[in-house]
T-cell receptor, first 114, second 109 residues
Framework: NAGVTQTPKFQVLKTGQSMTLQCAQD?????MSWYRQDPGMGLRLIHY???????DQGEVPNGYNVSRSTTEDFPLRLLSAAPSQTSVYFC?????????????FGPGTRLTVL | RKEVEQDPGPFNVPEGATVAFNCTYS??????FFWYRQDCRKEPKLLMS???SGNEDGRFTAQLNRASQYISLLIRDSKLSDSATYLC??????????FGTGTLLAVQP
């Protein structure tokens, strides 16, 4: 199993550009989520999904969209990039949405918005 | 007040030392507690869950004190390979996970 994969690993955008961060998992996990990690702050939940076709907002959803058309894929779309979105983005998955389930994280995407 | 608070460190300890980290959480209704490990520029990985009765995994011991709302992690006989950031993670009001900012451990030869 590849686990959770993310692409790209690094990305530089200009303010106002849009892009999609890709996330895929091959563990047949129901629950997938996106976090951002900034210096001095814990990982913060952006959006999450409890199954194909079902998504919901997390703590910091503004400026981001998600969709879940398949169990495996959970892309994160930046609509109009802003410097405040410079961060490291992690995708995670777990078997269910239960809080006791182990979260498996992808390797992250390091995004810089100029 | 942050929902999960940790001392950011760094904790600089020699090999073989015993080191302990504490973490406090604000939501008394939290039910699930974890320690994750994050190596530099890598993704977080589960180190261990924390159970009410305390639990041990090799050199690592985790304790939970619900009355005082804190969690601890004890590492005995520190190895160079233990150098990492340790994240305290607690389930929040909606059962979503709340991550602390992490405690940096540097084990010196």
């Amino acid at each position: 199993n590849a686990g959770v994969t993310q692409t790209p690993k690094f990305q530089v955008l200009k303010t106002g550009q849009s892009m999609t961060l890709q996330c895929a998992q091959d563990m047949n996990h129901e629950y997938m989520s996106w976090y951002r990690q900034d210096p001095g702050m814990g990982l913060r939940l952006i959006h999450y999904s409890v199954g194909a076709g079902i998504t919901d907002q997390g703590e910091v959803p503004n400026g981001y969209n998600v969709s879940r058309s398949t169990t495996e894929d959970f892309p994160l779309r930046l609509l109009s990039a802003a410097p405040s979105q410079t961060s490291v983005y992690f995708c995670a998955s777990s078997y269910t949405a239960g809080p006791r389930d182990t979260q498996y994280f992808g390797p992250g995407t390091r995004l810089t918005v100029l | 007040r942050k929902e999960v608070e940790q001392d950011p460190g760094p904790f600089n300890v020699p090999e073989g030392a015993t080191v302990a980290f504490n973490c406090t959480y604000s939501n008394s209704a939290s039910q699930s507690f974890f320690w994750y490990r994050q190596d530099c520029r890598k993704e977080p990985k589960l180190l261990m869950s924390v159970y009410s009765s305390g639990n041990e995994d090799g050199r690592f011991t985790a304790q939970l004190n619900r009355a005082s709302q804190y969690i601890s992690l004890l590492i005995r006989d520190s190895k160079l390979s233990d150098s990492a950031t340790y994240l305290c993670v607690v389930s929040g009001a909606t059962n979503k996970l709340i991550f602390g900012t992490g405690t940096l451990l540097a084990v010196q030869p």
